[in-house]
């Protein structure tokens, strides 16, 4: 896994858009908002970086492609082309970016740990007993993201849809946070202001 600022990453690149594809690019030059196109492009270099050390190859040779099985636009569950078998899934927001590759299933996903949520938030994302574990929290907010970057890494491995967010309850009966659910790990990580989970699913 990698972790970064999108503004370290950059910085470190004379060119990061030669990493990406065509279609990234138009998707990043589409973006209205400079932080959030930063932020993309960013993304998208530790995600050939994660992608190259599992095929030990340069990060230059690594092509992913995404497509809708919906609607076929280029967006979706990212797939490295030339090697099925290695998964990859990146998350950015608030100047940061994360990526992790590997075999099996994986899903990432961070969140800024400051702002408020809205309580409609929290009923549609949350399980009764999850509700409970949240507002008993010393600090409720940090509590909710640390469960929402779990179910979004868990959306990203086709597990759950924001719709199912609700039914699954990630909280075990001592109060604590869940390592595993239904055979898919789940480790949280926190740094710099930044709470994230990534969720993996072996294929053995």
């Known amino acids: 896994m990698r972790f970064a600022r999108s503004a370290d990453v950059l910085d470190q690149l004379p060119d990061p858009l030669r990493l990406l594809t065509a279609a990234e ?6 973006l209205r908002f400079d932080a959030d196109r930063r932020d993309f492009i960013a993304a998208h270099v530790p995600a050939r970086q994660c992608v190259a ?5 340069d990060p230059a040779e690594v092509t992913i492609e995404q497509r809708c099985a ?17 998964d990859v899934s990146w998350s950015h927001g608030g100047g940061h970016v994360a990526a992790v590759a590997g075999t099996g299933r994986l899903g990432i996903d961070l969140e800024p740990a ?10 549609a994302a949350l399980a009764p007993a999850e509700t409970r574990w949240v507002r008993a929290s010393a600090d409720p907010h940090a509590a909710f993201t640390r469960l929402w970057v779990r179910k979004e890494a868990l959306i990203k491995i086709g597990t759950l849809t924001l719709s199912t967010l609700s039914t ?4 075990d009966p001592s109060g604590e946070l869940l390592p595993r659910w239904r055979g898919i790990t789940l480790t949280g990580w926190e740094h710099a202001h930044v709470v994230g989970a990534v969720a993996h699913r072996s294929t053995g």
């Not at 690019?25 to 589409?30: G, T, Y």
């Not at 919906?70 to 290695?86: F, Q, R, Y």
């Not at 400051?114 to 009923?123: D, E, N, S, T, V």
């Not at 699954?168 to 909280?171: A, S, T």
Request: hydrophobic share 45%; net charge positive.
């Open 25 to 30: 690019r138009r998707r990043a030059n589409a």
């Open 168 to 171: 699954v309850d990630l909280i």
């Open 114 to 123: 400051f702002g408020p949520r809205r309580p409609a938030a929290i009923r």
């Open 53 to 57: 050390e599992v095929m030990k190859v």
């Open 70 to 86: 919906t609607c076929g636009g280029p967006h979706g569950k990212p797939l490295v082309l030339d090697a099925p078998a290695v």
